[in-house]
């Protein structure tokens, strides 16, 4: 009898330093694994615009402005289109948020070439209809760059990002 209670305060006592043993191993793991996401949100990613993901915006030719006074700024992300166009567009939104950062700090907003943003929002697909005139052949400018804000090719569908901007300071 007493040997038999001695085997089993000696299993439960096994017992306790295997489940503490484990216990210690899924608190590493989960420690590595909040880091690994840490460090992953610091990374700028080319492959896809989900929501926290950073991605960095480069400006793009004038022909792609809303306007001949704006600025479009597209995402540096795989795939593109078939003509080698950005899929990912920054907002008006967004770059009106840029442009006013930028006369605060009394720079041109032409004078940027590229900008890192932390996606808020993406929007889309939103299709270009293939019956889409340019807007600088028709005789409806106005109603062509509503539908088309990026003069992109017919047919071709494309993602609008909201974005906060990361501007140097904050890259950390």
């Known amino acids: 009898m007493r ?7 000696s299993s439960a006592r096994q017992a306790a330093h295997a489940n503490a043993r484990l216990g210690h191993s899924m608190a590493t793991e989960r420690e590595h694994l909040k880091a690994a996401l ?3 949100q610091k990374r700028i990613s080319y492959l896809s615009a989900d929501v926290n993901a950073r991605l960095l915006f480069t400006a793009q030719p004038a022909k792609h402005a809303s306007s001949p006074s704006s600025v479009a700024f597209a995402a540096l992300m795989l795939p593109k289109m078939s003509n080698g166009l950005p899929t990912h567009w920054l907002s ?3 770059v009106e948020s840029l442009r006013r950062w930028c006369e605060d700090e009394g ?4 004078a940027l070439r590229c900008v890192i943003g ?3 929002h993406v929007a889309g697909p939103l299709t270009i209809p293939s019956r889409m005139v340019d807007a600088a052949d028709g005789p409806d400018s106005s109603s062509s760059n509503s539908a088309n804000p990026y003069r992109l090719p017919a047919g071709e569908q494309y993602f609008v990002v909201h974005a906060e901007m990361m501007l140097q300071h904050r890259w950390t």
Not at 3 to 9: A, E, I, P, Y
Not at 107 to 110: E, I, Q, V, Y
């Open 38 to 40: 840490t460090q992953a």
């Open 3 to 9: 040997r038999l209670g001695s085997d089993l305060c």
């Open 118 to 120: 932390r996606v808020v």
């Open 107 to 110: 720079m041109p907003l032409g």
């Open 92 to 94: 008006p939104e967004s």
